[in-house]
Every structure is written in C-alpha cells, then in structure tokens.
T-cell receptor
Framework: AQKVTQAQTEISVVEKEDVTLDCVYE???????LFWYKQPPSGELVFLIR??????QNEISGRYSWNFQKSTSSFNFTITASQVVDSAVYFC???????????FGAGTRLFVKA | GAVVSQHPSWVICKSGTSVKIECRSL??????MFWYRQFPKQSLMLMAT?????????EQGVEKDKFLINHASLTLSTLTVTSAHPEDSSFYIC??????????????FGEGSWLTVV
C-alpha cells in the first residue's frame, strides 16, 4: 500500500525565515515518483517538482530546494528566505512508476507573516 | 505548457438539479484525467479516473450514478453531479496526465470548481 505522511499540519513563520516542510512516504514499489504541489488561497494546485525514485540528487530552484533521502523515505521541501506569497497549502504526493493514481499527503498549511 | 482549464470556477445550483463541470487540457492530450474532491482544510480525495473512450473507474464509496463522468475526447472530461444535494457542496478539482511517459506520471491540475448547492 502507498501512503504519504505530512506530519506538520500548520507552520507559521515570519518573512525571511527559512522553513522546511516534511514528507515521509511508504511504498512497496521499487520505482516511483514523488511530487510537491502548492495550493494558494485561490484554490488551484500548482506543480512544483517531480523526482524519480532512482535519482536522489537534491534539487534547488531559486528559493526552493528539495532533499530526497531514500534511506529514510523522505522528500522534504525547504523554502529559503520565505515571503508572504509563499503562504499556501503544500502537498506532497507519490505515484508508482507506470501507475496512474497519485496519492496525496494531508497537506501542510504555511503562513508567512510580514 | 501543460495547462488545464476547468469551468465553471463557481457554480450555485438548487437542490435536486444537475450541474456539469468541464475539464480541458489546453496544450496537450490526456488519455487519462482524474477528478478529485476537496473538503475545507482537507486533502484531495480521488473520486474517479476518467479514461478517454471508456468508462470511468470510480473509487470505493463514490456513487457512479451520482457523479457521472464522460471523457469523450483526448482533451475534455466532464463531471456531472446529478440530483445535487447540499452535502455535495465542495471544491471539485480535475487533473490531467499527458499522454506518453515523458511527463513521468506528472498530473496537472485545473483551477478547481466551487459547487454550492442551496
């Protein structure tokens, strides 16, 4: 069975602080994909990143960085120098390679205060 | 690229009526589309997988006769909520998986549709 756990329900930070959103997953598949999506207050989901299970290289995109560790089944997301516009719900998701269903975590609501 | 458009964004309907929500992939073909439902402050609940040219696959507990899904083309899937009741009020969001393996299972989401049944 597949499962995605985002233990942090809500996080509140002050602007310019760094913040890490945790994601732990469970799967029996040997190859799979991991994703992060952002859902701002307007509701639409925005794709942020996809990571293949066989590629453990960390990735950085501007103020965003992702740390994928297969040994701990974690795919954490860090926002550096957070901004008010980063306030949103962030979902971590998992999909088996070749599969169609994407399983979402419960989401972490991030509040960035000015 | 990878734009998914959902319409309408907001809809209010009377109890007992039906309402249709459209999901279009604008710049790619999608053999498979997904319909999710999201309650306030909760995660996305997969309702059904919509397959072009064939019947949708519904998740356990989702009434197929109430939530009719049609995927008539590679760029359009529709969700019709039949005989809507206030408890059907929710945020419905669709997603589309580009045909082919290049996208690596990435699904792209529409803007979502807020349904209020009064």
């Amino acid at each position: 069975a597949q499962k995605v756990t985002q233990a942090q329900t809500e996080i509140s930070v002050v602007e310019k602080e760094d913040v890490t959103l945790d994601c732990v997953y469970e799967t029996r598949d040997t190859t799979y994909y991991l994703f992060w999506y952002k859902q701002p207050p307007s509701g639409e989901l925005v794709f942020l990143i996809r990571r293949n299970s066989f590629d453990e290289q960390n990735e950085i995109s501007g103020r965003y960085s992702w740390n994928f560790q297969k040994s701990t089944s974690s795919f954490n997301f860090t926002i550096t120098a957070s901004q008010v516009v980063d306030s949103a719900v962030y979902f971590c998701a998992l999909s088996a390679f070749g599969g169609f269903k994407t399983i979402f975590g419960a989401g972490t609501r991030l509040f960035v205060k000015a | 690229g990878a734009v998914v458009s959902q319409h309408p964004s907001w809809v209010i309907c009377k109890s007992g009526t039906s309402v249709k929500i459209e999901c279009r992939s604008l710049d790619f073909q999608a053999t498979t589309m997904f319909w999710y439902r999201q309650f306030p402050k909760q995660s996305l609940m997969l309702m059904a997988t919509s397959n072009e040219g064939s019947k949708a696959t519904y998740e356990q507990g989702v009434e197929k006769d109430k939530f009719l899904i049609n995927h008539a083309s590679l760029t359009l899937s529709t969700l019709t909520v039949t005989s809507a009741h206030p408890e059907d009020s929710s945020f419905y969001i669709c997603s589309a998986r580009p045909t082919g393996v290049v996208s690596g299972n990435t699904i792209y989401f529409g803007e979502g549709s807020w349904l209020t049944v009064v």
